[in-house]
């Protein structure tokens, strides 16, 4: 019997090729079915999104009419601060500690009313504070926020080490001999009462506290003596809510169509005096035409008969439902956030790109896109600025509750994220985890069962020193913000996390990156700001898809130049990087935005950097925004620039870098220039003269470090289209020729020494909208001459006829200098010290917020943080 040709496992070994073969035919049309399934997605939802959108104008107008008069608030701040004063004559009655409660339903604008109530009667006390409690409130945060905005600037940088009972301490101790007025706003249970209260000292110094809640019973609990309060807030009427709604869509009330006046007054019946519910429904159908069928479907879609908060989560959901599709699930991804976070635009615009949600379209980038959707989100009404301002870009951004409590509930409905709030999981309704939010607030990150679908993880509070990422190998955003216990050895997986595209560490306590963090190859975005890493490892020069790279004062290794996806770079040490690396910086097509680290002895010599810094911002065809920060010095680039800088659109110059002088080309040099904020050594008239020159200056703040030496004039011929403009000297001596600055919306002055003479008109500013003026003195002189200049130009306001909004604000206490010398700022010193403005703006405004404190002159639209 001959032997067969064929080895027994010749067949096994076509079957296995076979099978091999088809598995590869299967994964090419996957893989061609994903690609046709990612086609038409990017098509259906590029179906009608506008190429571009920008903040609605009317929310500008409505916010500056609000401002101006708040639709049914004037009556109830009366009240309010007639109850904040009472007894002021009365000795037994001014020395108790006052608690006033603000109570009502969500919606009515108990947090409007306490804010404006705040503004206007901070004034009258030592120190003003403002708190967010929240549902479920860290009251350790809390307490350090407390803390913060009192004694900033002098606490000791140890307050983090405190326990409650330190900081409760230390803040009662501050607070023993002070006059103070306290906001808390939204407080739901007495839990955080009964703890915070104790850090408020009963001094007999005519203290106020000011509480906001929706519940009776904590309402009650706050107020248990005799002086204290309970005010209950009530609806709007029907004329109140009519006047919100039409100004809102139309700009005013007598611009509403006849047609539409029964629909609409329909519509306001079921608002039930909501003030919430009324802008809401207004900013609904301000994004639609003003149509009567339109109108009337909105209005039966409302309900029949709601009530209370049953007609605020049919307004909501109505708002969430008329959202199109490619901004339905932004929205929703907002959920991720812990209840009155402070959210950020830049944060959540690049979180949205690494998700997936944004696809580019032909001549319109990403961050763009992202940008018109988070417009789109402010235009309806779904998130506001924290501050309320008109400004373009404000620091940071609300949910309301309400909103929030909605998208959370729509966001597990339909798998779209989990939540982990401190250990208690919230059960998956069907499928897999996909997003995953972990609030943590006892360093307890509890181990799930599958980690393999999660593509986003966002841990908020505390994290264990055993955080491990190798079980999440789908992972495309980790966001690990203000995690403190996050140490260099957690983070040593994250290189093997292949499909990230998103990684902010910002907040945290790691010193290094890991050796191989260039192996991810899809990042797009490094967020490492407010960390103690020192220098970038090599590799870094590896991430060719980099769009953002962000952090501190640091050193850039050699390379960076290869990088040529950076659109955004912060902060590059051009001082002590080599100048190799300040060359490279031209070799970045797509760079937009730009921040710089300037930390130079005041008499070196820099030229060399300059003029290879002057050349490489030449190349950069595409930057629009540079900023810079650094030590007490010059800085003389410009003077370097031989070529104009055509697409440059914003130069900040922040804490204490300076010009010696404005150089004689500005204007030719920088002719697409529309927001500068600069210090100059010492301000003069040729300064503003080449200033003035510019076409396109539309904000400018100016700073001078030293005393002016001459009066500044500003002429009738400069500044074309300047809207806004910021002076801060060391003493008033301005004046405004005839037909000067006859596009300006916003003035504000700030001054350290209050002349006797101080005037100002502001009747030849026909387009002005807000003045602001910031100004020092000392005894009781000062403070009958601010009355006086107060009074002065709130009856100017009231004669110009866009009656723009009045701020007068003093730098320091002027209601009783005799006992607070000590806070004043000593002019004599001052002289010889150069004033830090910064400082000075801090002690004037004291926000609530960690994320997007008030920068005041110097916050300028698009500007990294």
Not at 165 to 193: E, T
Not at 571 to 588: M, Y
Not at 628 to 646: K, Q
Request: glycine share 4%.
């Amino acid at each position: 019997m001959s032997s067969s040709p064929f080895k027994p496992n010749f067949f096994w070994k076509i079957r296995f090729r076979r099978e091999i073969a088809n598995n590869i035919q299967d994964i090419k049309s996957r893989v061609k079915e994903v690609a046709e399934r990612m086609q038409r997605y990017s098509r259906q939802t590029n179906v009608g999104r506008p190429n571009k959108v920008t903040v609605d104008p009317r929310i500008t107008a409505f916010v500056h009419a609000q401002t101006q008069s708040l639709v049914g608030v004037d009556r109830p701040r009366t009240e309010l601060i007639k109850l904040l004063m009472k007894g002021e004559e009365e000795p037994e009655s001014a020395a108790r500690l006052k608690v006033i409660s603000i109570v009502g339903s969500g919606g009515l604008g108990k947090t409007t009313l306490a804010n404006v109530v705040y503004e206007q009667a901070k004034v009258h006390f030592d120190y003003g504070v403002w708190v967010s409690v929240s549902p479920e409130p860290d009251v350790k945060k809390i307490l350090m926020n407390v803390l913060h905005q009192f004694k900033w600037p002098r606490t000791s940088g140890h307050d983090g080490e405190l326990d409650e009972r330190g900081l409760i301490d230390n803040i009662r101790n501050f607070l023993q001999d002070k006059r103070y007025l306290v906001v808390m706003d939204d407080i739901w249970s007495s839990h955080a009462w009964d703890i915070i209260k104790y850090a408020l000292p009963m001094n007999s110094l005519g203290s106020r506290i000011i509480v906001t809640t929706r519940i009776n019973s904590v309402a009650e609990k706050c107020c248990p003596h005799w002086n204290d309060h309970i005010y209950n807030i009530k609806p709007l009427s029907l004329k109140e809510s009519r006047l919100l709604f039409h100004t809102r869509i139309f700009g005013s009330e007598k611009k509403c169509p006849p047609d539409l006046s029964d629909v609409s007054d329909k519509i306001l019946n079921k608002c039930c005096g909501l003030p919430l519910a009324v802008i809401t429904m207004s900013s609904l159908l301000a994004c639609h035409p003003p149509q009567k069928p339109i109108w009337e479907d909105v209005c039966s879609s409302i309900g029949a008969t709601p009530e209370g908060m049953d007609v605020m989560k049919s307004i909501v959901l109505r708002s969430y439902y008329d959202l199109p599709s490619y901004l339905k699930v932004c929205f929703l991804y907002l959920s991720i956030f812990p209840e009155e976070y402070p959210i950020n635009r830049d944060r959540v615009v690049r979180s949205w790109i690494a998700e997936g949600f944004i696809c580019a379209k032909h001549g319109i980038t990403e961050e763009e896109l992202g940008e018109s959707c988070f417009n789109e989100l402010i235009n309806r009404n779904m998130i506001h600025p924290v501050h309320g301002s008109d400004d373009v870009k404000p620091e940071a951004y609300l949910i309301h509750g309400i909103m929030h409590d909605l998208i959370k509930s729509k966001s597990i409905e339909e798998n779209f994220f989990n939540l982990l709030d401190n250990g208690k999981h919230v059960p998956v309704l069907h499928g897999k985890i996909r997003r995953l939010s972990i609030i943590s607030k006892d360093h307890c990150i509890p181990e799930l069962e599958d980690n393999s679908h999660i593509r986003s993880l966002h841990i908020f509070g505390s994290v264990g020193p055993n955080l491990s990422f190798k079980h999440f190998p789908c992972l495309r955003v980790l966001d690990l913000e203000g995690c403190k216990e996050l140490i260099d050895q957690s983070i040593e997986e994250i290189p093997w996390l292949l499909h990230l595209r998103y990684l902010s560490l910002r907040y945290t306590n790691i010193c290094k990156l890991p050796d191989r963090i260039g192996q991810l190859k899809f990042l797009k975005t490094l967020d490492i700001r407010g960390t103690k890493v020192q220098e970038l490892p090599k590799s870094i020069v590896q991430l060719r898809m980099l769009a953002h790279l962000l952090c501190d004062k640091i050193r850039f290794p050699k390379g960076i130049g290869e990088m040529e996806a950076l659109s955004c770079l912060s902060q590059v040490d051009i001082i002590q990087s080599n100048i190799i690396v300040v060359k490279e910086l031209g070799n970045l097509p797509k760079l937009r935005e730009l921040v710089l680290c300037w930390v130079s002895e005041i008499e070196s010599n820099n030229t060399l950097t300059n003029e290879h810094l002057a050349v490489s911002l030449y190349r950069l065809d595409k930057l629009e925004s540079l900023y810079i920060h650094g030590s007490d010095c010059s800085v003389e680039f410009l003077d370097c620039l031989r070529y104009p800088l055509r697409q440059l659109r914003m130069i900040q110059l922040n804490k204490c870098c300076y010009l010696n002088r404005i150089p004689e080309r500005f204007s030719e040099l920088l002719p697409s220039l529309a927001y500068l904020c600069i210090d100059i050594k010492e301000v003069k008239n040729e300064d503003l003269r080449l200033l003035s020159e510019s076409p396109s200056l539309i904000q400018l703040s100016l700073s001078s470090k030293a005393m002016p030496t001459e009066k500044l004039v500003i002429s009738s011929k400069g500044f074309p289209v300047l809207q806004k403009f910021h002076l801060h000297s060391a003493k008033e001596d301005l004046k405004f020729e005839p037909q000067a600055m006859q596009k300006l919306e916003e003035l504000v002055l700030s001054f350290q020494v209050l002349p006797e003479d101080f005037s100002i008109s502001i009747g030849q500013f026909t387009c002005l909208k807000k003045i602001d003026i910031r100004i020092n003195g000392k005894g009781i002189a000062a403070s009958q001459l601010f009355e006086s200049i107060d009074v002065a130009i709130r009856k100017s306001a009231d004669e110009h006829p866009n009656h723009p909004i009045v701020n007068i604000t003093a730098l320091g206490n002027l209601i009783d200098y005799e006992t607070m010398e000590e806070n004043l700022i000593d002019y004599e010193t001052m002289e010889e010290n150069l004033i830090d403005y910064e400082t000075m703006e801090e002690n004037v405004r004291e926000e609530n917020l960690e994320l997007g404190k008030f920068k005041g002159v110097n916050q300028f639209p698009a500007h990294v943080e």
